[in-house]
């Protein structure tokens, strides 16, 4: 059961219970994202003022990593540069899909997600949000993001 | 209740697991409870032996070449056809075509039959409960003739609802193309009175087989259908093989399907001839290893008394069905009359991903996700489901293990 309590750490269980940044923002740069093998959908709102990331939020339905990894995700990129945000996509991309052990120091409460490596059939749950977020910012696109 | 007990009594579960060597494996550490059967089934040994002798002994191109291997090949393969007819009934060789699987049958028959029959404003008839392999190869043909899609309902049960059958059938109606068993709930349709239903309105029927064949004993004559499609994987057979019976006028008509080898009579670049049904349909160098694992699947079916294994199977599905709704929380989606095989459910405060995970930790493997139905999901309003299926070789032990699994994921979610 170790790798299971892992993947569901506590901190994961209440932001699947109540996510965090879960609204609407209203005229923001708006991106769907959708993970077709399990239903998993989401739509991604990110405010962004002078390269800032001012507010982000979410909505949608998915599984808990899908949903935690959102909320974290949304807790973490205000006040981001969309540089920055597009550098913490590749970090967290790199500790959820790494082979090597142990959480990634800087990147916070993100490092709970870790655990997510070691389940590979759940790792497009952990990045749906990500990929959403990263066509958002590039503002490269008005088609859904598919995982697929 | 006379003829269950009789008929239990000549089926041996036991004996039937010791037929299918990747059941003593172990997953995570755990007895491995495959519950996964409606994706794909395990495969006995028989299987795996006739695929492995067909290359240890006679691989070659089949109906191609003089020498002795190319002789044992086609009759391994030939041979094939002939057990496929005998388990649909069918009433000639001649109608049943060898294909890649299900999806292959269907596709071959909206690109052949559907493509070169329907006219602007002719309607396909499809249904709610439809695997998107019955559904989106209609919708290719439709957007390439301009014939247009109608869609069956479904009621809270996850049947059909006949009244709208009704309704829906006219003489714009040429296809109707429905599943004999529902892979998303396990309902069982009505068929035969659906295809006498469709016939009346002059529609053609195609039945697509996938779910009915490792379950139901099936006899395309007497169901009286047009096309009857189905997946050798999915009945303890090889992988990338499947069965398209057609009514032989029907083949005999339609152009072929695919271009290639062992499809011609004769080529040259002015004219080219076809071969006769079912060469016609089969170009290129074929699955001839899958065409006999199908085979020896066929045989092995044969050999269980299909109403007594299906009895044992109906008491395993009432069993996990009750076990299932005892758990607090959940909800089974899709109670029909008539099912076969397949429980799928909800429960409450875990997304069916994260069960399937927990679950897959003790050693059950179920499918969870939308099982490639994605209208039946939008029926319900739900993103997924749980989906415990059954083969011949489950047991209510198996079972025992999925509700003690679903406990497991109750305590981390609830």
New interface residues.
Partial sequence: ?S??TD??QEVI?DHNRRPHNFRVIEGATTQEGYN??????LTLYVAIDGGVIKDVAFQG?????SKASASLMTDALKGKTAAEARALFDQFHAMITSDHAGPTADLGKLSVLAGVRE?P??IK?ASLAWHTMKAAVAHDSDAPVSTE | MTTLASSAATFNVDKVRADFPILTERVHGKPLVYLDSANTSQKPESVLKAMDDYYRHANANIHRATHLLSERATALYEGSRAKAAAFLNAPDMRTIVLTKGTTDGINLVAQSYGRSTLKPGDEILLTWLEHHSNIVPWQLVAAQTGAVIKVVPINDAGELEQDQLSALLSERTKIMAVGHVSNALGTINPIKEMIAKAHAAGAVVLVDGAQAAPHLVIDVQALDCDFYVLSSHKMFGSTGTGVLYGRASLLEAMPPYQGGGDMIASVTFEQTLYNQVPYKFEAGTPNMAGVVGLGAAIDYLAGIDRDAALAHEDAVLEYATAQVREIPGTRIIGEARHKTGVLSFMLEG?????AG??LD?QGVAVR???HCA?PV?DRFCI??TIRASLGIYNTREDIDALVRGLHKVRE??T
């Fill in positions: 059961m790798e299971l993947l569901y269980l077709p093998l399990c239903g998993d959908r339905s998915g599984c808990a990593i389940f059939a759940r749950c | 875990a997304h069916p991903h994260d995970t927990i930790r969870t996700g939308q994605q999901m993103p997924a981390l979610f």
